[in-house]
């Protein structure tokens, strides 16, 4: 095998590379072509480590599987490279360079010349070292700005894309309902709406640049019993089809979506991986999504091991290929040799093989893996001596200054300002005591997901590869005319409490204290949020909440900031801190965005994705809940959030006046409009997010006091009007009837404009009239907001 920037092999001109034929006729062609193992070999992924040298990659050899032998494999070919770059700290050149000469010797060794789609997780940002941490998706949800995650993904789109990277393993779309569960930090936040917009903005975002994006977790996974990771779930029908299934409907119908994870959960005893109805009955016969479905990681041999619904790894592979799942992830384990003996016995089909083998391969065709002039160089190393590894090294940089930019940009829309007694925007003081475990931590901003954190961490002895700098840092360099003093205090989940008494001291002789509070992120039990760190409750980590009331004792103004996963309870500083600031792992331009709000260089923009709670029990919650759900005479626990969802403070003042409302009634076909006038009313530039939520009385089923149906991020300059015009449609009220179908009935229906889940600002009574109404998945979805500038 040569390095010569073109293939060692010529690549056919059979009917299946012709780029002139229809996409069918050429996958219809090869499939046909095929033998049975070179089938199957296109069904599952092998996991993999690119060559910090630029070598070939080596499997991967992960705790729950043995490793695989790659020559034996390759002979029939391979469908999947699971995570070549995120697997261990490599230069991200002589990554694409590994990745470059891996697809080489894939292509060469099977009789077709087919090349293997390389996947890598992006929740976050490009999960590889050296690349840019954007703040987590719970932060995504606080800046109800759609657009501007949109452009987030495309730009992690071309970071994947020009290094040989053909799938993108996000967003996900799994809707909070316990905030115990760990990976809440994963989520958009709480309602489904919002759920589905920003997820689907990322999915056009990513999908925009060529690279496939993968919906996940279908479905149900955030509604595990207890919060616990991989848990069953219970929820009945009507709540997985309005809550649950909500985003993922949405994203399949406007965004493009080539790709579905399944989750690892069971509903009702039924797992994702083995349920028809939902993969290929929902999913593809009702919706018309025509990707590919690719496993959780393990999750088939999941099937066998936690599920218990099939008697061994062959059962498993044929009940997962049977109802639906394309691609087994991360390697082979049950498509490789058991699927193989089960259908030599005839226990499985060859005709499901077929099918899924079809889907694997229009997309490969789509993203020109089948084509004559395609080739294995990335746009990286176009015109780069890929002989020289020494030359490769370093050309790379997946953290530039623009990609910096955006993510501060994000990480400023998502902070959120809870609580102000008018200490901040905080003047220069002479003494600023920072006091919290996440003061001097420099990965306190980052998600489980971030490469730092997932994989970094497992690799102390070399550098992390970004500059990650530390919330005291920012503080120093925001307010550089004052002294910062800095203690930890305690540990984010540390018994010890050594530290307090300095921390306190610390605290008396300065003018204000920040507290730095939250979370580490982690996996499976070595964080206090990310996958399988589950929280028992909603108390902050570990002898935080000691210290915050040590602090409050002081007298000394305390404004606590929060870097955390989750939302947490905080106890008396809801009403006796000076200001409470949240934020939800930011990323690596986290701590300037916070420092920048403190300052007032930097106008508080966020709203809560999630509700923050008063108290630490009482879970699950969230806001939207059926009347039974909120506080009662008839029981002694009342959920009522300290800060509703939608909740986020300014430094300027919104006025709202002037509601019309064009018609009071509309058919169940119909649509309303009304309009009001917003105005800044203080003396700085400021954004205030409209939330348009529906209140339906009376209906047929059940219904959430509130449900958002809308929202808009609307910036105005100081002094400036406009006017906010919304168009309703009637469509927006539908929810799933005692039937199982999805209807929209005759009645009253109050609309709520509002600033937050609990503070409706404008409210009116409109009537829809006629008879009860069934949709289905094409029915409008969104109100359609207008701003017209008065000033």
């Known amino acids: 095998m040569t390095d010569n920037v073109t293939l060692d092999i010529e690549r056919s001109t059979a009917i299946w590379n ?43 050899q992960h705790e729950m599987e043995e490793t695989v032998d790659l020559d034996a494999l390759l002979e029939t070919g391979l469908g999947q490279l699971t995570r070549p770059f995120g697997t261990a700290p490599v230069d991200p050149a002589l990554g694409a360079l590994s990745l470059l000469r891996t697809q080489q010797r894939i292509v060469a060794a099977n009789r077709f010349g087919i090349p293997a789609l390389a996947h890598e997780e992006c929740l976050a940002g490009f999960a590889t070292w050296g690349a840019t941490a954007y703040p987590v998706p719970l932060s995504w949800g606080a800046t109800f700005n759609p657009g501007l995650i949109r452009r987030m993904a495309a730009t992690i ?50 999908e925009s640049t060529g690279v496939v994006a993968t919906l996940k977790h279908f479905v149900g996974y955030s509604a595990s019993r207890a919060g616990r990771n991989l848990a069953p779930v219970g929820m009945g029908p009507r709540e997985r089809a309005d809550v649950m299934l909500l985003p993922f409907e949405m994203a399949i119908r406007e965004s493009g979506v080539r790709s579905v994870m399944h989750a690892y959960t069971d509903t009702d005893g039924m797992p994702s991986a083995a349920d028809e109805e939902l993969l290929t009955g929902l999913l593809r016969d009702t919706w018309g999504f025509t990707g590919t479905v690719v496993a959780d990681y393990f999750g088939i041999a999941f099937l066998h091991t936690l599920h218990g ?67 294995p160089v990335p746009p990286a190393l176009n015109g780069v001596d890929i002989a020289n590894p020494d030359a490769v090294r370093g050309i790379v940089d997946l953290d530039p200054p623009t990609n910096r930019a955006l993510a501060r940009e994000v990480a400023e829309q998502a902070v959120v300002l809870l609580r102000n007694d008018g200490i ?133 103004p305390v404004v606590v900031t929060l870097i955390a996963g989750r939302p947490y309870a905080l106890g008396r500083a809801v009403d006796e801190a000076a200001a409470i600031v949240q934020s939800f792992f930011p990323g690596e331009e986290g701590p300037s965005a916070i420092a920048g709000l403190l300052s007032g260089r930097v106008e508080p923009q966020g709203r809560l994705p999630v509700s923050v709670p008063r108290g630490t029990g009482g879970q699950p919650t969230t806001y939207l809940a059926a009347r039974l759900g909120h506080a009662s005479d008839v029981s002694n626990l009342d959920p009522t959030p300290a800060y509703g969802f939608g909740h986020g403070l300014s430094y300027t003042r919104f006025d709202w006046s002037e509601l019309t409302v064009e018609r009071a009634a509309t058919p169940t076909d119909g649509e309303l409009r009304l309009g009001f006038t917003l105005r800044n009313s203080g003396d700085r530039w400021g954004s205030e997010v ?100 008065m000033d």
């Open 18 to 60: 012709d780029p002139t034929q229809e996409l069918t006729t050429r996958v219809d062609a090869l499939v046909a072509a095929m033998t049975l193992a070179e089938k199957v070999a296109q069904l599952y992924g092998v996991w993999v480590g690119a060559s910090a040298d630029g070598g070939e990659v080596a499997p991967y």
């Open 157 to 206: 789109g071309a970071d994947l894309r020009r290094l040989g990277v053909h799938q993108g393993l996000a967003p996900v779309l799994d809707v909070v309902r316990d905030a115990r569960w760990g990976r809440v930090e994963e989520t958009v936040g709480e309602d489904p709406y919002l759920v589905g917009t920003v997820a689907t903005a990322y999915v056009q975002g990513l």
């Open 690 to 789: 409209v939330q348009l939520y529906a209140h339906d009385p009376v209906a047929s089923v059940v219904q959430p006091v509130q449900r958002l149906i809308g929202y808009l991020r609307v910036p105005l300059d100081a002094g400036n009007r406009c006017r906010v015009e919304v168009t309703v449609p009637a469509d927006v009220f539908s929810f799933t009837g005692r039937d199982g179908r999805r209807v929209v009935e005759p009645g009253e229906v109050e609309l709520r404009l509002s600033s937050s889940s609990t503070r409706p600002r404008l409210v009116t009574t409109v009537a829809l009239t006629g008879p009860v109404r069934r949709v289905d998945h094409t029915r409008r979805m969104h109100p359609l907001f207008t701003v017209n500038p």
């Open 424 to 556: 901040l925007p905080l003047a220069q003081a002479t003494r600023i005591a920072v006091v919290g475990p996440q003061a001097g931590s420099p990965t306190a901003t980052l998600g489980c997901y971030s490469f730092p954190v997932h994989v970094g961490s497992r690799h102390p002895q070399l550098p992390v590869g970004i500059d990650l700098p530390t919330l005291a840092r920012a503080l120093g360099g925001e307010f550089p005319a004052s002294e910062v003093l800095v203690e930890v205090g305690v540990g984010v989940d540390s018994p010890e409490t050594d530290g307090i008494a300095a921390a306190v001291e610390a605290a008396r002789g300065a003018d204000v204290v920040i507290a730095a509070l939250g979370d580490r992120a982690g996996l499976f039990g070595q964080g206090t949020s990310g996958e399988g760190c589950d929280a028992e409750s909603l108390a902050l980590p570990g002898l935080q909440q000691q210290l915050l009331d040590a602090l409050l004792d002081t007298g000394t």
């Open 309 to 375: 619904v099939a008697g061994n790894w062959g059962e498993a592979a044929g009940a997962a290929l049977a109802a639906g799942v394309d691609v087994e992830l991360p390697t082979v384990k049950t498509f490789g040799e058991p699927l193989r003996a089960a259908l030599a016995a005839g226990q499985v089909p060859e005709a499901l093989v077929d099918r899924a083998v079809h889907r694997v391969l229009t997309q490969k065709a789509q993203l020109g893996l089948l084509d004559p002039d395609w080739s």
